[in-house]
């Protein structure tokens, strides 16, 4: 069994350039979260796809896009970068189910972004 | 969501029991207590979660408190890779999202 891959591992961008983020889910989970984790501070949610549709949404501007695909991979977007955007971005793949909702969470190395 | 307190950082000797806190008093009677780990440069790993009873995994017990206002993570023979930052977080059952606090930084010396 696979688990979650990012790529890439590292990038650095400047101020207002676009980024493109991208995780590979564990086989047989259908639902994908991104999170952000600045420096020092624990994981904060930025929104999750189940099924190709958006299925919730944490405190982050639109700039934050995401993209799910029918095999379960996904892509985050961030638009206009700004200097606190520099933060490792984690993606969590899970199985959603009628019956007991979203499961365990299993989380990928992340993907460091640092914008200068 | 249910509001968490855990200390800063714990330190401990190789194998040695570790217990970490953690207190949620603001917890509601259908979220459910997870613990996640973060080893050094990975992601978030779960580790055990539980109601009401206490829990036994491979990794770990969790014991709760009988009211639920606090919870204990029992690492009965830390070992040098369990060096980690560990987060307690309140959830209900099948929760769109995981709300991560501070976390423990814990250290293992050998």
């Known amino acids: 069994e696979t688990g979650v891959t990012q790529s890439p591992t590292h990038l650095i961008k400047t101020r207002g350039q676009q980024v493109t983020l991208r995780c590979s889910s564990q086989s047989g989970h259908n639902t994908v979260s991104w999170y952000q984790q600045a420096l020092g501070q624990g994981p904060q949610f930025i929104f999750q796809y189940y099924r190709e549709e958006e299925n919730g949404r944490g405190n982050f501007p639109p700039r934050f896009s995401g993209l799910q695909f029918p095999n379960y991979s996904s892509e985050l977007n961030v638009n206009a970068l700004e200097l606190d955007d520099s933060a490792l971005y984690l993606c969590a793949s899970s199985s959603l189910t009628t019956s007991f909702g979203l499961g365990t969470q299993y989380f990928g190395p992340g993907t460091r972004l640092l914008v200068l | 969501d249910a509001k968490t307190t855990q200390p800063n950082s714990m330190e401990s000797n190789e194998e040695e029991p570790v217990h970490l806190p953690c207190n949620h008093s603001t917890i509601s009677g259908t979220d459910y207590i997870h613990w996640y780990r973060q080893l050094p440069s990975q992601g978030p790993e779960y580790v055990i979660h539980g109601l009401t009873s206490n829990v036994n995994n491979r990794m770990a017990s969790l014991a709760i408190a009988e009211d639920r206002k606090s919870s204990t993570l029992i690492l009965h023979r830390a070992t040098l890779r369990d060096a980690a930052v560990y987060y307690c977080?309140?959830?209900?059952?099948?929760?769109?999202?995981?709300?991560f606090g501070q976390g423990t930084r814990l250290t293992i010396n050998p």
């Open positions: 977080i309140p959830r209900v059952q099948g929760a769109q999202k995981l709300v």
